[in-house]
């Protein structure tokens, strides 16, 4: 088996209930934990999960929107995409500009197995339609944003994808978690 079969595409977003990533304003107050807990809920397990990420790909403006809010990807490496020539920020930071199947098969996969794609819309979307997304792991919030950034957009063909988990936490999240059926592009 190579190199490129062996490592997963993870696409990890959180979003609103009404298929938002972004609020019109770029705030993020939207994600915060509401007051009320879900009893039936689990305890958030994140740290685990966390640990497993082998690299973090991104677009640009996802990129500049985490340096302002303070970095959340830690030291693990960081494939941004841009065609600009942005300052690079820290020693984890990698830029890429081109072909995205080439940046998957050739450039992540020998070096990474558990690759999490983690936004945002337009890098999402371009994933999603040349296939190169393995599994989709969906944080619902529990907020209707009523305007911002569509996760999905119009992509304008029709995917089936299996449900793998449901997780409910006591904040109130859900996520949802799907693989690709192996007929798929
Ligand atoms: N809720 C969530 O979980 C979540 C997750 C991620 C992001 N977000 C939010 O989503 C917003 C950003 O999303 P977005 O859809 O506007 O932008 P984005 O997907 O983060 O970035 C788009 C940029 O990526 C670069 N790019 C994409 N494909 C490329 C390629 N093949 N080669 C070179 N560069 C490429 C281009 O950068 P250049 O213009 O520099 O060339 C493009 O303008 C922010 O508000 C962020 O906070 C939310």
Known sequence: MSSAK??????????????FIASKDNSISWMDSPGDIYEKGVTDDGAEVLQSIDCYVLGSRTYEHALQLGWPYGDTP???LTNRKLPSSRNTVEFYSGDLKKLVGEILAPRFKNIWMVGGAMLAQSF??????DEIRLMIAPALLGD???LFGNSGTEQRWNLKNVV??????VELSYSRPSTSP
């Open 148 to 150: 911002g950034l569509h």
């Open 78 to 80: 960081t494939l941004v």
């Open 6 to 19: 062996r490592s997963t595409v993870t696409l990890h977003v959180v979003s609103s209930l009404d298929g």
């Open 128 to 133: 999603l339609r040349l296939g190169l997304v």
């Open 168 to 173: 409910a936490y006591k904040n109130g999240y």
